[in-house]
């Protein structure tokens, strides 16, 4: 009665081992199948883990302990290698693409120190910079290409810093030196009867602004004075006409300078409208290229839009004069009709 009463406690004791092991069975079941389905590796090898840590404290026969984890170790073997192989891939490839980039990016960086026109050498910095975003790279190696663009980047700036101070320099010598002309331009004008002379002067000082590197708001300032000095030479044509009634084809031939000054002044609205354009265009690809402030962005854009239409208009504007300078022409050719 003895030993019958002290195997009961062992048979209680095999049969709670063997639940056990039936139950960590299933788990281990239901988990290798959650790994295999599972279409992230690391995901997959997470199951496992999961797995493993139900096995920690429980009371198992060795045999059976020995089996279900034997069965695990496979699985993580076989999702380790994956991993592994995975791993080796993604390397070579980001290897590969590496040595595809880095020539590009010394290219931009040449670009960037010699090229003339920085404005193509901006565009393929940023060509490039998004290929870099947009391809598989080792970290280090993203690091390296993304530090070279930013130098490349920042040589660009500087340039334009020192292109700006120069433009600057010359700017300020350049107004000093129309401005006389100007104010002798708009003396002569209040005060001779030398209409002609007058005008063809006006018309020289006016040529002085073509293609002259002058700081906005002082080209500005000049041309307006310049159009007063016309204006008021055109005044004081209308009250000699008006009093002497004489000299008609002086006042039309004013009137087509003064239609030429319209056409060039508009010309001139165009080049600076079309040159604070690039300057938003450069804006906006910076804007673009950082990824922030889209509610700079978006204003950007619309003063973009806006300018676009400036354009046009002053286009159609110019073609309207030219229309109405070609009809005074045919009817100096011909003032019979």
């Not at 290698?81 to 980001?94: F, G, M, Q, S, V």
């Not at 500087?158 to 331009?185: A, C, H, I, M, P």
């Not at 055109?234 to 006042?251: C, H, M, P, Q, T």
């Not at 031939?253 to 609205?269: K, N, V, W």
Request: proline content about 1%; some cysteine.
């Amino acid at each position: 009665m003895i030993q019958f009463g002290m195997m009961e406690p062992d048979k209680n004791r095999d049969e709670g081992l063997y639940q056990n092991y039936l139950q960590l069975k299933e788990i281990l079941e239901t988990g290798l199948a959650a790994s295999g389905r599972a279409a992230d590796l690391r995901e997959a090898k997470g199951c496992l883990i999961e797995i493993q840590n139900h096995f920690k404290g429980l009371q198992l026969r060795r045999e059976d302990r020995e089996e279900l984890y034997a069965r695990l170790q496979d699985a993580f073997a076989t999702v380790n290698k994956k991993i592994e192989d995975e791993r080796l891939d993604y390397e070579l490839t980001a290897l590969s693409n590496y040595a595809d980039l880095k020539p590009e990016v010394e290219k931009a960086n040449n670009m960037a120190a010699s090229d003339e026109n920085t404005r193509e050498a901006w565009d393929f910095l940023l060509v490039v910079q998004n290929r870099v975003k947009g391809t598989k790279l080792l970290r280090e190696h993203r690091d390296e290409l993304f530090s070279k663009l930013q130098g490349a980047f920042e040589t660009i700036k500087s340039r334009r810093d020192g292109e700006r101070q120069v433009f600057e320099q010359e700017s300020r010598q350049n107004y000093l030196r129309l401005k006389v002309l100007v104010e002798k331009g708009l003396a002569q004008a209040e005060e001779t009867h030398e209409y002609k002379e007058t005008r063809e002067f006006l018309k020289k000082i006016q040529s002085e602004f073509k293609g002259l590197k002058l700081i906005h708001e002082q080209r500005e300032e000049l041309y307006s004075r310049l159009q007063t000095a016309f204006d008021i030479l055109g005044k004081r044509l209308d009250e000699f006409f008006r009093y002497k009634k004489k000299n008609w084809e002086v006042k039309m031939q004013f009137t087509l300078s003064r239609l030429s000054a319209d056409i060039f002044e508009l010309g001139e609205a165009i080049n600076k409208d079309k040159a604070y354009l690039a300057e938003l265009e450069d804006h906006q690809e910076i804007l673009v290229s950082s990824g922030k402030d889209n509610d700079v962005l978006v204003g950007v854009e619309a003063r973009i839009i806006s300018i676009k239409r400036n354009i046009e208009q002053k286009y159609r504007q110019i073609a309207d004069l030219e229309v109405e300078k070609d009809e005074l022409k045919n009817r100096l050719e011909d003032p019979e009709n």
